[in-house]
């Protein structure tokens, strides 16, 4: 047993350099709070079935979301599953997908906070395998209901992306916006629309008060020179922002909030010189 647990450890050596380096490039103002048990209960819930939620795609009679079904039907194969058939094999795979997500968990704990879904997406391939080895008679049935349900979510996932819509916010823009105006992208929790409102035609510089520099993951590298502002210029009357966020979290000094634009998700909002 102990050989299984060494040949594990020993296959992530090579994972703990970039580690190491990760932690290092985000040691100052990375954006990742440290996680609670219930974010490590939904990465592991995401990884195993819910990672695309589609809210509108439901299993009829049951009014469920189809990703939450799925779930349900996993939990169902692993109860059907014969563990103790291969054990070490089984310990192996339980160790590689268990293993790294606890591992950073229990880092983000006490150290910096790595704890991210795309830092661990290798762990996805030992869950599948945990599912399909080892199977009973029985487990075919809710795995071939897991499969249909997981082409149903998939082919709706690259049939139907989730994109907001740019396009239909930036024609109101062009149509409202004033000589002297001056558009901004709200920067709030990491995320700004910064790219997308230059693609558009209405180039919108990030607003980040203060002195602290932007953590990398944002795409500093490959922003210009003015792509980011710490003050709106002297002498606007008019600031226009574009945010997906929460628009309690705006705070303009001086301006006050005029009116508010929603387009399924995204959002401009005008904002008039006190």
């Known amino acids: 047993m102990f050989k299984i647990f060494l040949i594990t450890a020993l296959g992530y050596v090579p994972w703990l350099y970039p580690l190491y380096n ?54 169902a194969v692993a109860v059907l599953r014969k563990w103790w058939k291969n054990i070490k094999r089984t310990v192996f795979f339980i160790l590689w997908f268990i293993g790294p997500i606890l591992l950073t968990w229990l880092i983000s ?3 910096q906070s790595i704890f991210f879904n795309r830092y661990l997406l290798y762990t996805i391939p030992a869950a599948i395998l945990i599912l399909v080895s080892s199977r009973s008679k029985l487990s075919i049935i809710p795995l071939a209901i897991l499969a249909i349900f997981f082409g149903i979510i998939d082919y709706q996932y690259f049939t139907n992306p989730t994109k907001l819509p740019f ?19 709200w920067y709030s929790n990491g995320t700004h629309h910064i790219w997308e409102t230059k693609y558009y035609g209405i180039p919108a510089p990030i607003f980040a008060p203060g002195e602290g520099a932007l953590p990398f993951f944002v795409g500093t590298a490959l922003m210009e ?41 995204l959002k401009f909002v005008w904002y008039l010189k006190k």
């Open 22 to 75: 990760q932690t290092k490039m985000v040691g100052g103002g990375f954006w990742l709070g440290t996680p609670s048990t219930n974010d490590l209960k939904k990465l592991i819930y995401d990884y195993l079935a819910e990672g695309i939620k589609k809210e509108k795609l439901v299993l009829p009679i049951f009014n469920m979301p189809l990703y939450h079904a799925s779930l349900y039907v996993v939990l």
């Open 109 to 111: 704990q006490k150290f």
């Open 167 to 185: 396009r239909e916010m930036a024609s109101y823009v062009k149509e409202t916006q004033k000589e002297g105006d001056y558009i901004i992208n």
């Open 225 to 265: 020179e003015g792509d980011v502002i710490r003050e709106i210029p002297e002498g606007v009357q008019r600031v226009g922002v574009v945010t997906s966020g929460n628009t309690e979290e705006i705070e303009l000094l001086g301006y006050g909030q005029r009116e508010v634009k929603e387009f399924n998700g």
